[in-house]
């Protein structure tokens, strides 16, 4: 009895280590947000009843106490205009710096560097953006965000948008939120072109922008797909989804859609920072572009996508015959969509397909209809087996006819003596010569007659 336990207690602890050394943890994504600051002169300007440093600080506060609650966050400050001060006719386009680089629970240094900025210079936005780019370390599992607040547009001649489409061809993926503290609207369009401008006209705009901009930043944001049938209700479900995003053209999520117990389009988590090219898989696919979500809400995505089925089933054959294949194609066209299986069922976007069925000889269905909800069964007669036996070794073709026409349904292997092939029912003839005769008139033509589920002796 001792030993017996010896050996499960050795079992069970080189199960617990092999399970151990196999099993590897999914790292969580972890998501950095530099914060650009801005320093500049212009930020002692009052706004409101305070000024607009003031303001800014206080929210900078606030934001980093409900940042350094969360997991998987981490931090940065890069700030500019605030190492030299600005005079009439000379300004320091270099005044930007990483201040406090990444790093985990660095909120109270971000806090204490804001705390001690005193503004006094320019505003060298464009150059900030081009060293925020070399500010996030080498990372496989990070998000990266930009967020720029300023209250004013670039002042050293340089380009921001040109900046941003830099960095976007080094395949840094990192996409600025800019707020904008009591700017002109137009002011502000200048910076649609490196990210998402916002309008920060009172306090309160200020604080409300900052908590959707965070909200997006750190993927509060959720989406339900319909997929609507004819009657306009959102029950089509059971297809893939790939969301890609559509300017780098990366596969950035794949679900399996659902309804969930409500027998409503289950909730999904998307990061919203991407603009996306969604690809419904159904057959055919259907694709939709340009999607853009609301950060921090419930977003439904709607298309229209009725499904009905179509069966194929030879009679009386049970599962036999599988390997005959069905090539689908959309009406008029000559893109195969699908190559189904005989004896199988499968799901196609409501309307009007051709179809050819890989059998000898083969089968033509124009104008088949895939109706809402329903099941268009298919059904071809059991083919029968036609064994064909050639004295020697010749080249053979097997015809039928339609409309009083000799019609070619396959030819025979050269290499063989004896030949088993399925025929759908009905009559054929064999055209046969010795490969070694070189004379036409050795040709021999022989009729048979296939039944379903039957086989027919053919002796040339």
Same mark, same amino acid.
């Given at each position: 009895?001792?030993?017996?336990?010896?050996?499960?207690?050795?079992?069970?602890?080189?199960?617990? !280590? +092999?399970?151990?050394?196999? %099993?590897?943890?999914?790292?969580?994504?972890?998501?950095?947000?530099?914060?650009?600051?801005?320093? %500049?002169?212009? #930020?002692?300007?009052?706004?409101?009843?305070?000024?607009?440093?003031?303001?800014?600080?206080?929210?900078?506060?606030?934001?980093?106490?409900?940042?350094?609650?969360?997991?998987? &966050?981490?931090?940065?400050?890069?700030?500019?205009?605030?190492?030299?001060?600005?005079? =009439?006719?000379?300004?320091?386009?270099?005044? +930007?710096?990483?201040?406090?680089?990444?790093?985990?629970?660095?909120?109270?240094? /971000?806090?204490?560097?804001?705390?001690?900025?005193?503004?006094?210079?320019?505003?060298?936005?464009?150059?900030?953006?081009?060293?925020?780019?070399?500010?996030?370390?080498?990372?496989?599992?990070?998000?990266?965000?930009? /967020?720029?607040?300023?209250?004013?547009?670039?002042?050293?001649?340089?380009?921001?948008?040109? &900046?941003?489409?830099?960095?976007?061809?080094?395949?840094?993926?990192?996409?600025?939120?800019?707020?904008?503290?009591?700017?002109?609207?137009?002011?502000?369009?200048?910076?649609?072109?490196?990210?998402?401008?916002?309008?920060?006209?009172?306090?309160?705009?200020?604080?409300?922008? #900052?908590?959707?901009? #965070? %909200?997006? !930043?750190?993927?509060?944001?959720?989406?339900?797909?319909?997929? #609507?049938?004819?009657?306009?209700?959102? /029950?089509?479900?059971?297809?893939?989804? %790939?969301?890609?995003?559509?300017?780098?053209?990366?596969?950035?999520?794949?679900?399996?859609?659902?309804?969930?117990? =409500?027998?409503?389009?289950?909730?999904?988590?998307?990061?919203?920072?991407?603009?996306?090219?969604?690809?419904?898989?159904?057959?055919?696919?259907?694709?939709?572009?340009?999607?853009?979500?609301?950060?921090?809400?419930?977003?439904?995505?709607?298309?229209?996508?009725?499904?009905?089925?179509?069966?194929?089933?030879?009679?009386?054959?049970?599962?036999?015959?599988?390997?005959?294949?069905? &090539?689908?194609?959309?009406?008029?066209?000559?893109?195969?969509?699908?190559?189904?299986?005989?004896?199988?069922?499968?799901?196609?976007?409501?309307?009007?397909?051709?179809?050819?069925?890989?059998?000898?000889?083969?089968?033509?269905?124009?104008?088949? =209809?895939?109706?809402?909800?329903?099941?268009?069964?298919?059904?071809?007669?059991?083919?029968?087996?036609?064994?064909?036996?050639?004295?020697?070794?010749?080249?053979?073709?097997?015809?039928?006819?339609?409309?009083?026409?000799?019609?070619?349904?396959?030819?025979?292997?050269?290499?063989?003596?004896?030949?088993?092939?399925?025929?759908?029912?009905?009559?054929?003839?064999?055209?046969?010569?010795? &490969?070694?005769?070189?004379?036409?008139?050795?040709?021999?033509?022989?009729?048979?007659?296939?039944?379903?589920? !039957? !086989?027919?002796?053919?002796?040339?």
């Amino acid at each position: 009895m001792k030993l017996i336990l010896t050996k499960l207690s050795v079992l069970v602890m080189f199960l617990c !280590a +092999t399970y151990s050394g196999n %099993s590897q943890a999914v790292e969580p994504e972890i998501t950095r947000i530099l914060f650009i600051f801005d320093g %500049s002169n212009s #930020m002692n300007g009052q706004w409101q009843e305070q000024t607009k440093i003031k303001v800014a600080k206080k929210l900078m506060y606030q934001t980093m106490d409900e940042l350094s609650v969360l997991d998987n &966050v981490q931090v940065g400050l890069r700030l500019y205009g605030h190492q030299t001060r600005i005079y =009439k006719g000379q300004q320091d386009c270099n005044d +930007t710096k990483l201040e406090v680089p990444f790093a985990p629970d660095n909120y109270n240094k /971000i806090k204490q560097k804001i705390n001690s900025l005193q503004p006094k210079g320019t505003t060298p936005i464009a150059r900030s953006l081009e060293y925020a780019g070399e500010d996030f370390p080498p990372c496989d599992n990070c998000r990266d965000v930009i /967020i720029l607040i300023t209250d004013g547009i670039e002042a050293c001649d340089e380009d921001p948008c040109a &900046v941003a489409k830099m960095l976007r061809e080094k395949g840094i993926e990192v996409r600025p939120y800019v707020i904008g503290i009591a700017m002109d609207m137009e002011s502000l369009k200048g910076f649609q072109c490196i990210g998402k401008a916002y309008d920060a006209s009172t306090e309160e705009s200020f604080r409300d922008v #900052m908590k959707v901009v #965070m %909200s997006e !930043a750190l993927n509060n944001t959720t989406v339900q797909v319909n997929l #609507m049938n004819l009657k306009n209700q959102p /029950i089509e479900t059971d297809v893939t989804l %790939s969301f890609y995003d559509q300017k780098t053209g990366k596969l950035k999520y794949t679900f399996m859609h659902t309804l969930d117990r =409500k027998n409503k389009p289950d909730t999904m988590w998307i990061d919203p920072l991407s603009t996306y090219e969604l690809v419904v898989h159904t057959t055919p696919e259907i694709v939709k572009r340009d999607i853009e979500l609301r950060a921090g809400e419930h977003n439904t995505i709607q298309l229209d996508a009725p499904q009905g089925g179509l069966e194929f089933k030879i009679i009386g054959a049970g599962n036999s015959y599988t390997d005959i294949k069905c &090539v689908i194609r959309k009406d008029g066209e000559i893109v195969t969509i699908n190559s189904q299986r005989m004896n199988s069922s499968d799901t196609y976007i409501v309307g009007t397909y051709d179809v050819e069925i890989l059998c000898l000889p083969r089968i033509y269905m124009e104008d088949v =209809k895939v109706e809402q909800s329903k099941t268009n069964r298919i059904q071809i007669q059991q083919p029968g087996l036609a064994n064909i036996n050639t004295p020697f070794f010749g080249v053979a073709q097997i015809f039928t006819e339609v409309n009083g026409k000799r019609v070619w349904v396959c030819n025979l292997d050269q290499d063989k003596l004896n030949y088993q092939i399925a025929l759908q029912p009905g009559k054929y003839t064999v055209v046969y010569r010795p &490969v070694r005769k070189k004379s036409a008139a050795y040709s021999v033509s022989k009729d048979f007659t296939v039944t379903p589920g !039957a !086989a027919v002796e053919v002796n040339l």
